[in-house]
């Protein structure tokens, strides 16, 4: 009975980080970008009484053995990155990414962080940077007289002015793409960072090889569906509830073996 408790207690503990990623799923129904988390588990150790195939009497072979698990736990927690829905914007400079690719970030420090935030601003020297007002790694620069900007499905970035109404062009946005986009850091504010996992990433003209393409007055919305996240959530409840009813069947069992003693 005390195996069983603390079986039981694993997999109370893994259905509780179940429900916090569930949650944080929900709480990011309305990020922009955002890609949902799906946890994935795996049985502990068992404990083996007799082995599959051994040997019993009169030369016989057991076919199944006789093995029993200790639990489950959590193994990983896998990223989708499957495409958000895109919405319309009024934002002049609002960028959306459909297909696969992240944008190039440069972090204060340096480094270059990646996204699929689209909500691209200017600064006061007229450079595309995102909301924090970092500047993307393609340095884009837009003159202040330009009097109405286009950025087009491959990512080129052209403008007018007054004196130039055939239009200019300031320069194009590029897209990354990483072998195992699972694998990059989760950085929160929307950031990935590159990890051993995910590879080397690969700067790519947008629409090229499989390179997702730029929608200009669109932004990405988040990848969660509500409807999935409370089935997944009511499912992750009942199964809470079924290992505390097992700690109780356990406390119950024992309790008997303690009034037979007395």
Do not use: W
Not at 98 to 109: L, R
Not at 229 to 254: C, F, H, P, W
């Amino acid at each position: 009975m005390i195996r069983a408790l603390r079986t039981a207690s694993t997999g109370m503990q893994a259905q509780q980080r179940q429900v916090e990623t569930i949650a944080n799923n929900i709480a990011n129904v309305n990020t922009t970008a955002f890609k949902k988390n799906r946890l994935a588990f795996r049985s502990l150790l068992y404990q083996t009484y007799r082995k599959p195939g051994a040997n019993l009497a009169k030369n016989q072979i057991d076919p199944t053995g006789l093995q029993v698990g200790t639990g489950t736990e959590v193994s990983r927690s896998v990223k989708s990155f499957g495409q958000g829905d895109l919405m319309p914007t009024s934002g002049q400079f609002d960028v959306a990414i459909k297909g696969e690719g992240f944008f190039g970030i440069a972090a204060p420090n340096g480094e270059t962080l990646y996204t699929r935030d689209g909500a691209l601003r200017i600064d006061s020297e007229g450079m595309l940077t995102n909301s924090e007002g970092f500047k993307l790694s393609q340095q884009v620069a837009i003159p202040k007289e330009a009097l109405s900007v286009v950025i087009g499905s491959d990512g080129t970035v052209t403008y007018t002015t007054a004196s130039s109404p055939q239009g200019s062009t300031a320069g194009q946005l590029k897209l990354f793409r990483f072998a195992n986009p699972a694998g990059l850091d989760a950085r929160g504010d929307n950031y990935y960072a590159e990890t051993p996992s995910s590879g080397t990433p690969t700067e790519q003209t947008p629409g090229d090889t499989g390179t997702g393409t730029i929608k200009h007055g669109y932004l990405e919305r988040s990848n969660v569906q509500v409807v999935d996240e409370l089935i997944e959530l009511i499912q992750a409840q009942r199964n809470y509830e079924l290992n505390s009813r097992t700690i109780k069947v356990g406390d119950e069992m024992m309790q008997q073996v303690n009034q037979m003693i007395r």
